[in-house]
C-alpha cells in the first residue's frame, strides 16, 4: 500500500490518502492487528498528553485529540467503528479515522511518533493484558486442583513409575503434583511480564526523535515500570513474545500431561473416574461410551502452541536490526 501525504496551502500536513498497490492483500495484517485497537488507543492517549506537557501540542490540540481519540475508542467497544480492509493494518485504519473526525489535526497524533515505536507500544499493552488473563485462569485450575486434593487427601491410590504400578500414594498427593507444576507456571508468568513491562515508546523509527519529548512521562501513564535503555534494542525486541510463548508452551504440555492423565484413568482397563457428561460425548453407534473429549483436545492443542514458539523462533533467528516487516 502506498501513502500520499498532500501539502495543504499554506503550509501543514493534510489527511494522509491511500491508494491500492497489487500487493494490499499481501501486505495486511488487519485480520491478526486488529484486536490491538483498544491498545493503540490507550497509547495514543498517553502520547498526545505527554506532547502537550512538554509544549509540542497546545491545551486545546490536546483536548481535540483525546476526545476523538476517545470517540474511537467507543466505536470499538460498541463494534461501530468502520473497519476498512483496504487499509493494510489497525495503525492505519485508526490514523484514516482520526483525520476523517479530526481533520489535518488528527495527523498530530503522530508527531515524534513512528509506527515502529508505535506497534512495539501496542504489542506490549496487549502482552501485558494477556499474561494476566492467563494467569488469572491458571490459578483457577489451581484452586479447583487443590480443592480437590484436600477432599482426597486421604483417598489411597497406586503410583507409577514406567506406568507400572510402584507405590501407594493418595490421590491428593498426585494431583498436588499438578498444582505445582501449574505454580511454576504462574511464576515464569510474572516474570515474563515483568521484563515485558518497558516503554518502547520514544524509541522512533530506530534512533528516537529531535524533538523535545519525555519518554518517562508517557512509560508512567501507561503504568510501565520503566523505559527502553536502548532505542534500536527498543523497536526490535520481540523477547517478551518468544518467552511469552515458551512460558505457555510449557503450560500447554503441562495441560497436555494433565490431560493424557484423564484419559487414562477414564479407560474401562484403568477405570479411576468416569467423565461428567458435560465435558465428554457419547458414541453415535456405541451409547455406553462417554468419550474424554476435552481432555483428548487439551492434549491435542498444546501441539499448536508449541508449533507457534517454533514458528516465531525461525522467523526472529535471521532478522537483522533494526525494524523488519517480517518482526
Known sequence: MAVIVESKAGGGAAAPSYVKTPAWRFLAS????RKLARHDIAGSLAHVGMLAE?????????GALAKGLHR????????SFPWREDLEDVLTNIEVRRTEILGPLGAKVHTARSRNDQIALDE????REAIAAVQQETLRLQLALLDLAEAHAATPMPGYTHLQR???VTVGHHLLAHFWRLSRDHQRLSDAFARANVSPLGAGALAGSTLPIDPVRT???LGFAGVFENSIDAVSD?????EFLFDLSLLAVHLSSLGDEIVLWASQEVGFLRPAPELGSGSSLMPQKRNPDVAE????????VIGDLVSLLATLKSLPLAYNRDL
Open 54 to 62: 512538554v509544549g509540542i501540542l497546545t491545551t486545546e490540540e490536546a
Open 30 to 33: 488487519l485480520p491478526v492487528d
Open 238 to 242: 520481540r523477547d517478551y513474545f518468544a
Open 72 to 79: 474511537i475508542y467507543g466505536e470499538i467497544g460498541t463494534g
Open 166 to 168: 510402584a507405590q501407594p
Open 297 to 304: 483436545l487439551a492434549r491435542g492443542k498444546a501441539g499448536r
Open 124 to 127: 506490549r499493552l496487549y502482552l
Open 219 to 221: 512509560a508512567h501513564r
